[in-house]
């Protein structure tokens, strides 16, 4: 199959340490990548490098085929290349609804309209409430986002991120902070994804990533040393020395 989501060869040095270095991944549609590696592997900056928030020494990032490298990050999200949105970065009085509508006005091109008004908008509203339902977030959509449980935001960050409709999602620890009673719902939302979509989720928790990877990159000290099956992944002698490297210089360092 035509891959929807290519990197190559990419790098990046900060100062005279290769972060990124050389880095090739291929993606196609349907797809379901977990991306692991020590701390301090350069997960965060491939992703950044990816999504147009960092610029690339050298290589290359296509979407659906089309280079662009030289296209700013909300360019890459106009092309389907989205990474969802932190809870961070949601804004506190505002619904999920609102920020569900303002992701749609975003992709429909009518962003600029006066944002109040989507309520009047039957189009919107309906995609609105379709999204939240699908994701348990239905009887929430109009209450504040501070009211709301950290599973729900993490929730809503997925909600946000499916608004724009992308043809690749890259998902950063989703269930990360969330307590161990909500998480269930996070993986049937991740169970749930278009089946069509190609997913990269960044994840340390191994038994999300072995229930929902068909397919495990593990980067160390900036460079892919495994691209296998999840099954494999554990028995990789390079990835174990890997992991037990960071914790032996971790332990070094306290
Ligand atoms: N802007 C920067 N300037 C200098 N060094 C940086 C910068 N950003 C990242 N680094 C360094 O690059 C390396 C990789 O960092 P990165 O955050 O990408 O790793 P990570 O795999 O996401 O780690 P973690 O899992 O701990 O979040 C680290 O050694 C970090 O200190």
């Known amino acids: 199959m035509q891959p929807i989501f290519e990197v190559r060869n990419l790098k990046r040095a900060f100062g005279g340490l290769a972060v990124t270095n050389d880095v090739s991944l291929s993606m196609a549609p349907g797809d379901r990548v977990a991306l692991i590696g020590p701390n301090g592997a350069g997960k965060t ?28 990050a909300i360019g890459r999200v106009r092309r389907g290349l989205v990474r969802s949105f932190q809870v ?44 939240l339902g699908k994701l348990g977030l ?15 935001q993490r929730l809503l960050e997925i909600a946000v991120a499916l608004a724009l409709k992308p043809r690749v ?53 900036g460079a892919i040393i495994f691209d296998g099956s999840p099954s494999d992944v554990t028995k990789d002698l390079r990835v174990r020395e890997a992991y037990l490297g960071s914790y032996a210089n971790a332990s070094h360092a306290a």
Not at 200 to 216: C, G, Q, S, Y
Request: charged letters at 25%; aromatic letters at 4%.
């Open 45 to 72: 900056t491939f992703v950044n490098l990816v999504t147009g928030n960092l610029k690339p020494d050298s290589g290359e990032v296509r979407i659906g085929g089309e280079v662009v490298t030289g296209i700013d």
């Open 169 to 221: 999602l890259l998902l950063d620890e989703p269930a990360a902070g969330v307590p161990q009673s909500d998480t269930g719902r996070i993986e049937q939302a991740l169970a749930d994804l278009p089946a069509d979509l190609a997913v990269l989720m960044i994840e340390h928790d191994m038994d999300l990533v072995f229930r929902f990877a068909k397919r495990v990159v593990v980067l160390a000290a």
């Open 138 to 152: 239905r009887e929430l959509m109009h209450r504040k986002v501070s009211e709301i449980a950290y599973g729900q």
């Open 88 to 131: 961070t970065r949601l804004f506190a009085d505002m619904t999920p609804s609102e920020h569900v509508a303002l992701a749609v006005l975003q992709r429909t091109g009518r962003a600029g309209r006066l944002f109040g008004n989507f309520l009047g908008m039957p189009d919107v509203m309906a995609e609105v409430a379709d999204l």
